[in-house]
């Protein structure tokens, strides 16, 4: 059977964690759903004139047939992309400033449903790199 299990139930303790966010750090990475800060808005605008002078078109990633089958997995599963352009794309984002905006770019990994021992569509950890 299926219970609820009520808020102090698990005997767990309130995180009292906290870190500075984006704005504290000055970074250009409000939530989706908001309006970025005039300074990212026209590095972006910028971007994307300079990129096309400069010949770089975005760094993208080589088909990986292991990676599309995961990403269809209904089982755990973990794949590595390999990109292309990335060097010359990553060096001129951080190189460019715009109005006291520079570019940065991260590296992550995705990973789907972390620590997940289900199987299923949807349900199954995937690792993406």
Same mark, same amino acid.
């Given at each position: 059977s299926v219970e609820r299990v009520l808020g102090g139930a698990l005997g767990c303790s309130e995180s009292s964690y906290a870190a500075p966010g984006a704005k504290e750090l000055g970074e250009c990475l409000a939530p989706p759903d908001?309006?970025?800060?005039? !300074?990212c808005a026209d590095f972006a605008a910028a971007w994307r004139t300079l990129g096309t002078r400069a010949g770089l078109g975005a760094h993208e990633r080589e088909p990986s047939p292991e990676c599309d089958a995961c990403l269809q997995s209904t089982v755990p599963c973990d794949c590595e992309y390999t990109w292309t352009n990335h060097a010359n794309w990553t060096r =001129?984002? /951080? /190189? *460019? *400033?715009? +109005? +006291?905006? !520079? +570019? $940065?770019? =991260? $590296?992550v990994d995705l990973i789907r449903n972390p620590g997940s021992s289900r199987n299923g569509s949807g349900l199954a950890a995937q690792t993406l790199r």
């Amino acid at each position: 059977s299926v219970e609820r299990v009520l808020g102090g139930a698990l005997g767990c303790s309130e995180s009292s964690y906290a870190a500075p966010g984006a704005k504290e750090l000055g970074e250009c990475l409000a939530p989706p759903d908001l309006q970025q800060p005039a !300074s990212c808005a026209d590095f972006a605008a910028a971007w994307r004139t300079l990129g096309t002078r400069a010949g770089l078109g975005a760094h993208e990633r080589e088909p990986s047939p292991e990676c599309d089958a995961c990403l269809q997995s209904t089982v755990p599963c973990d794949c590595e992309y390999t990109w292309t352009n990335h060097a010359n794309w990553t060096r =001129f984002c /951080e /190189e *460019t *400033t715009v +109005g +006291g905006a !520079s +570019g $940065r770019v =991260f $590296r992550v990994d995705l990973i789907r449903n972390p620590g997940s021992s289900r199987n299923g569509s949807g349900l199954a950890a995937q690792t993406l790199r």
